[in-house]
């Protein structure tokens, strides 16, 4: 078969089938918010060529661990959606690691896409309780994709509660599918160290997890009933020593 996104065979091989769509691997990396690019700095070299044109989530190849770990071997959907490298993952649950588990740090070298929704997000909820501009990454006592932290769109640190915000994007599939189980182990990684999320579901997405917040989209209304729920995990005590005073009207 040949796809949409040139991987597979070539179009022109006698007996191939072209399909008008992009290939599962590409879908999934789609899904995951992660580039082919990635897979292949961290897939052995001698497997990058294979890589490169691979199409099935579930072919096996060999992986490197940044922290110089021995490879192992694992399914392009467990590179992306498990733990990563064995040894990491069990560190990872060791004593040492577990002291600094639930810890918000500012990770300096963090590269993520902010859209102008989650902008507009940190500026409502900046109007109604301080946020902390310090911080953007919590230590877990688990690896998520390779790595002993997570990273959620916003971090209340002094109420150890984290706020993300979800919808289904212009292709009308982020934060579903696999993504909606990577969404779901997130959130249980930081329940894990005491953390809880509060979620915005929005553009038709369902409930996912206990604290959230479904709505067409975001409004001042939206964030109010953000603020509510966490007077509902944390208390009112808690957040009040948070409160910025009236939220402006927009």
């Given at each position: 078969m040949s796809f949409r996104c040139g991987h597979g065979a070539s179009a022109g091989d006698d007996g191939v089938v072209a399909l008008r769509r992009v290939c599962p691997l590409c879908m999934l990396l789609d899904e995951t918010h992660r580039s082919r690019a990635e897979l292949l700095g961290r897939v052995a070299p001698p497997q990058?060529?294979?890589?490169?044109?691979e199409t099935r989530v579930g072919a096996t190849y060999d992986w490197r661990c940044a922290r110089g770990h021995d490879r192992y071997a694992a399914t392009v959907r467990e590179v992306l959606t498990g733990p990563g490298c064995p040894k990491c993952a069990v560190n990872a649950a060791g004593p040492s690691s577990v002291r600094e588990a639930g810890v918000a740090f500012m990770n300096p070298g963090l590269r993520v896409r902010t859209s102008q929704t989650e902008q507009r997000l940190r500026m409502l909820l900046g109007e109604r309780i301080r946020l902390h501009h310090g911080v953007n990454a919590v230590r877990i006592a688990r690896t998520f994709f390779g790595r002993q932290e997570v990273w959620p769109d916003i971090l209340?640190?002094?109420?150890?509660?984290?706020?993300?915000?979800?919808?289904?994007?212009?292709?009308?599939?982020?934060?579903?599918?696999l993504k909606e189980a990577s969404d779901l182990e997130k959130d249980e990684a930081l329940r894990e160290v005491g953390w809880e999320v509060v979620r915005i579901r929005a553009g038709?997405?369902?409930?996912?997890?206990?604290?959230?917040?479904?709505?067409?989209?975001?409004?001042?209304?939206?964030?109010?009933?953000?603020?509510a729920c966490m007077r509902r995990i944390r208390g009112d005590d808690a957040v009040d020593a948070l409160v910025t005073g009236r939220p402006a009207a927009s």
């Open positions: 990058r060529a294979a890589l490169a044109r209340i640190p002094q109420l150890r509660i984290a706020v993300e915000y979800d919808d289904p994007g212009r292709s009308r599939r982020a934060h579903k599918g038709g997405l369902g409930e996912l997890g206990q604290h959230s917040v479904v709505c067409n989209a975001l409004t001042p209304a939206v964030v109010d009933e953000v603020v």
